[in-house]
Nanobody
Framework: QVQLVESGGGLVQAVGSLRLSCVASGRTFSTYTMAWFRQAPGKERENVAAVSATGGTTYYADSVKGRFTISRDNAEKMVYLQMNSLKPEDTAVYYC??????????????WGQGTQVTVSS
């Protein structure tokens, strides 16, 4: 069982930056694939970035490539999403998620409560 708690969301102007953090509980964090999803009003939930258990492999949605960076610290049971050059269309609730599968694009088993990111133009 993994519990996830996100932080770091807020209001930022376009082209600004934010860093989201997610802290996990549970002894087996280092075995989980981790990801950040987002969901904007009226839109489907989107996997924006994922990282393998060791941190050696990452995935990014085309919409965030070159602007967002996912990273993890297994010793601290943390996963981060550094978001640069933010755009109004990045506005959404961002969720941290964990998967017992090695597939970065697979199903995710555990979810945080979400943190709101709002980018003003």
């Amino acid at each position: 069982q993994v519990q996830l708690v996100e932080s770091g969301g807020g209001l930022v102007q376009a082209v600004g930056s934010l860093r989201l953090s997610c802290v996990a509980s549970g002894r087996t964090f280092s075995t989980y694939t981790m990801a950040w999803f987002r969901q904007a009003p009226g839109k489907e939930r989107e996997n924006v970035a994922a990282v393998s258990a060791t941190g050696g492999t990452t995935y990014y949605a085309d919409s965030v490539k070159g602007r967002f960076t996912i990273s993890r610290d297994n010793a601290e049971k943390m996963v981060y999403l550094q978001m640069n050059s933010l755009k109004p269309e990045d506005t959404a609730v961002y969720y941290c998620a964990a998967s017992g599968s090695r597939r970065l694009g697979g199903a995710y088993d555990y979810w945080g409560q979400g943190t709101q990111v709002t980018v003003s133009s």
